[in-house]
Nanobody
Framework: QEQPVESGGGLVQPGGSLRLACTAS????????MGWFRQAPGAEREFVAAIDWSGFSPYYSDIAKGRFTVSRDNAKKTVYLQMNSLRPEDTAVYYC??????????????????WGQGTQVTVSS
């Protein structure tokens, strides 16, 4: 399984915005739910947001609700994360991965594919 490639990170001031992108090469990309996860220094990797295979059903963690928007373009095999109103506590390496439910009927919050290199997001004045 090939690794996804994340991009779009950078340094932004508090209150600013960034748009992350994740491109996969898997031929079955359009069949998979995709998720965004992040890992801050000294912390465990955590779920941020996910979107179902069709692109019509997004799922958000509490940290993302109201500020982040997840979307996808299956023709481009790319999933996006638009992040607005960024805070210093959003500083982390952001990763994308295939995502699935931990149990039947649960939202797709569990990663189960290969991890890429991630993209660094730093929110600081």
């Amino acid at each position: 399984q090939e690794q996804p490639v994340e991009s779009g990170g950078g340094l932004v001031q508090p209150g600013g915005s960034l748009r992350l992108a994740c491109t996969a090469s898997e031929p079955t990309f359009s069949r998979h739910h995709m998720g965004w996860f992040r890992q801050a220094p000294g912390a465990e990797r955590e779920f941020v947001a996910a979107i179902d295979w069709s692109g019509f059903s997004p799922y958000y963690s509490d940290i993302a609700k109201g500020r982040f928007t997840v979307s996808r373009d299956n023709a481009k095999k790319t999933v996006y994360l638009q992040m607005n109103s960024l805070r210093p506590e959003d500083t982390a390496v952001y990763y994308c991965n295939e995502a699935g439910p931990s149990m039947p009927g649960a939202p797709p919050r569990t990663p189960f594919g290969s991890w890429g290199q991630g993209t660094q997001v730093t929110v600081s004045s």
